[in-house]
């Protein structure tokens, strides 16, 4: 699964469970969303990185 897939599966995932409070998102949908928060969390780590860099 390419990042941009991961993307929108969760992304459709999330607007299914706003539509419908029950509904359960599958393993891969899952998957989906860690893998997004995954890649957020490093270019949060990198851009830190880089200003941090900057400011020395």
Same mark, same amino acid.
């Given at each position: 699964?390419?990042? #941009? #897939?991961? &993307?929108?599966?969760?992304?459709?995932?999330?607007?299914? %469970?706003?539509?419908?409070?029950?509904?359960?998102?599958?393993?891969? #949908?899952?998957?989906?969303?860690?893998?997004?928060?995954?890649?957020? &969390? %490093? &270019? %949060?780590?990198?851009?830190? #990185?880089?200003?941090?860099?900057?400011?020395?």
């Amino acid at each position: 699964m390419t990042l #941009e #897939e991961a &993307k929108a599966m969760a992304f459709n995932a999330a607007q299914e %469970r706003l539509l419908n409070p029950d509904y359960q998102p599958t393993k891969d #949908e899952l998957a989906a969303i860690d893998l997004v928060l995954i890649e957020q &969390k %490093r &270019k %949060r780590v990198a851009d830190t #990185e880089n200003t941090h860099a900057t400011l020395t």
